[in-house]
């Protein structure tokens, strides 16, 4: 089993949708966990960080659920310029300088 | 400050040879690490280091190494190139862990 798992996709949905992506991970020692946005061919940049009491960025929301070790990302009225790849990211307790990435989900929005 | 940078952007092996990916960062952080990313597949951690003259193994360490002279230089260096290191190469570097990853453009290699 992969440490981190995504759901591949792809998510197909029309502008102005709302559409999820859970990310599962298997290591209860996990302390910190990211969601990082990666356009076609280009270098991931990080998208949100994930706290334990949730956190919303606009239109995107993460929240993180430790019971069931699980990180979601929630993209709300989706635009064109949203569709990318979403890669979640989980370190490890003491574990430094270590970050486990996910495959990634695939979004399109379509007009 | 030009942030990550990583050269070459291109390159095209023949099995059997070596060359070093180059990765150099201007924002003073401690902590930099390597991945490669195969089609459809998100990263994999190579090798990371915490601070100059620290490196450790990450999930795919075998057929490269690495070292950490200065806090802004990281190159990796491929010994054999083998056909199944085709590959994205990407470098990134960050404060301290676990903050932001900062990622460099990428090295596309190719092993004939």
């Known amino acids: 089993r992969k440490e981190v798992e995504q759901d591949p996709g792809p998510f197909n949905v029309p502008e102005g949708a709302t559409v999820a992506f859970n990310c599962t991970y298997s290591?209860?020692?996990?302390?910190?966990f990211f969601w990082y946005r990666q356009d076609c061919r280009k270098e991931p940049k990080l998208l949100m960080s994930?706290?334990?009491s949730g956190n919303e960025d606009g239109r995107f929301t993460a929240q993180l659920n430790r019971a069931s070790q699980y990180i979601s990302l929630l993209i709300r009225d989706s635009k064109l310029s949203d569709s990318a790849t979403y890669l979640c990211v989980v370190n490890i307790r003491n574990n430094a300088g270590k970050s486990t990435f996910g495959d990634g989900t695939t979004l399109t929005v379509k007009p | 400050n030009a942030g990550v940078t990583q050269t070459p952007k291109f390159q095209v092996l023949k099995t059997g040879q070596s060359m070093t990916l180059q990765c150099a960062q201007d924002?003073?952080?401690?902590?930099m690490s390597w991945y490669r990313q195969d089609p459809g597949m998100g990263l994999r951690l190579i090798h990371y280091s915490v601070g100059a003259g620290i490196t450790d193994q990450g999930e795919v360490p075998n057929g490269y190494n690495v070292s950490r002279s200065t806090t802004e230089d990281f190159p990796l260096r491929l010994l054999s190139a083998a056909p199944s290191q085709t590959s994205v190469y990407f470098c990134?570097?960050?404060?301290?862990?676990?903050?932001?990853?900062?990622f460099g453009p990428g090295t596309r290699l190719t092993v004939t």
């Open positions: 924002m003073n952080h401690e902590y």
């Open positions: 994930v706290y334990s």
């Open positions: 290591n209860s020692a996990s302390q910190s």
């Open positions: 990134a570097s960050s404060q301290d862990s676990p903050y932001e990853q900062y």
